[in-house]
């Protein structure tokens, strides 16, 4: 089971997630966070306090949000397939691409972006 963020991140980059995970695993992309499938020790810190509600484990998504799951593992694959492992997130680190998924999601505008 992994931690995944889903859709309600996408251009509201809170990131209050990253202060409270332990092991420094989210990571800061252009659009969204990611949370990387094997440095993430499952402790569900993250989770509980998303301000947006944005991050479950990877069993519980639905049906809209089950692509979530491949792309939170995906953005941190390199060219053939294996999972890159950076060692950690910092912010001084420059923004991870985007996954070319999140082109298919409308940019949020700040009127959009409620608390």
């Known amino acids: ?6 859709n309600q991140c996408i251009d509201i980059k809170d990131g209050i997630c990253t202060t409270s ?20 020790i499952e402790c569900g810190m993250c989770e509980s306090i998303c301000p947006v509600d944005a991050i479950r484990y990877d069993d519980e998504l639905d049906a809209e949000n089950a692509v979530f799951a491949q792309i939170n ?4 694959e390199d060219e053939n397939g294996e999972i890159v492992e950076p060692g950690g997130w910092s912010k001084d680190d420059p923004p991870v691409p985007d996954h070319p ?14 608390s």
């Open 21 to 40: 995970c332990p092991v420094d695993c989210i990571y800061e992309g252009e659009r969204m966070y990611y949370i990387h499938p094997t440095e993430c």
């Open 101 to 114: 998924k999140l082109a298919d999601y409308a940019r949020r505008e700040p009127a959009d972006q409620e």
């Open 1 to 6: 089971m992994a931690l995944v963020i889903q």
């Open 73 to 76: 593992r995906e953005v941190f």
